[in-house]
T-cell receptor, first 114, second 109 residues
């Protein structure tokens, strides 16, 4: 199994540009989520999904959109990039809800917005 | 609001046990206690989780206080590879899964 994969690894955007961060998992996990991590801080939840066709907002959803058309994929869209969105983005998945099952994290995408 | 309190940093010598404390005094009856760690330039990885009883796995042990207001992650024999940021999280799932700043563990050779 490849586990959780994220592309790209690095990205530089200009203010106002849009882009999609890709996340895929091959473990047939129902639950997927996106976090951002700013320097020296813990991770903050952006959006999560409990299954295909179902998404919900986390702690810091503004400026981001998600959709979940398949079990495997959970892309994160930046609508109009801002310097405040400079961060490292992590995607995670787990078999079902977080309470009983460990989350598997991807390697991260480091995004810089100029 | 991370809802847990951990020391900012700790040091340990290689091959010695490490006890990482976590305070979660406002924990509710249905909250699990989870521990994750993050090695430099990597995503977090699961370490252990528990509800009331002490838990052991191949990576670590989790000791939970009888009143559940605190817990301790125990690494039985620290190695250089254990140098990481360790996060203690209390959660019953979903958007309540909140990472705080964690404890940065340094392991000295």
């Amino acid at each position: 199994n490849a586990g959780v994969t994220q592309t790209p690894k690095f990205q530089v955007l200009k203010t106002g540009q849009s882009m999609t961060l890709q996340c895929a998992q091959d473990m047939n996990h129902e639950y997927m989520s996106w976090y951002r991590q700013d320097p020296g801080m813990g991770l903050r939840l952006i959006h999560y999904s409990v299954g295909a066709g179902i998404t919900d907002q986390g702690e810091v959803p503004n400026g981001y959109n998600v959709s979940r058309s398949t079990t495997e994929d959970f892309p994160l869209r930046l609508l109009s990039a801002a310097p405040s969105q400079t961060s490292v983005y992590f995607c995670a998945s787990s078999y079902s809800g977080l309470v009983y099952n460990e989350q598997f994290f991807g390697p991260g995408t480091r995004l810089t917005v100029l | 609001d991370a809802k847990t309190t951990q020391p900012n940093s700790m040091e340990s010598n290689e091959e010695e046990p490490v006890h990482l404390p976590c305070n979660h005094s406002t924990i509710s009856g249905t909250d699990y206690i989870h521990w994750y760690r993050q090695l430099p330039s990597q995503g977090p990885e699961y370490v252990i989780h528990g509800l009331t009883s002490n838990v052991n796995n191949r990576m670590a042990s989790l000791a939970i206080a009888e009143d559940r207001k605190s817990s301790t992650l125990i690494l039985h024999r620290a190695t250089l590879r254990d140098a990481a940021v360790y996060y203690c999280i209390r959660s019953r799932g979903g958007q309540n899964f909140v990472f705080g700043p964690g404890t940065r563990l340094s392991v000295l050779p």
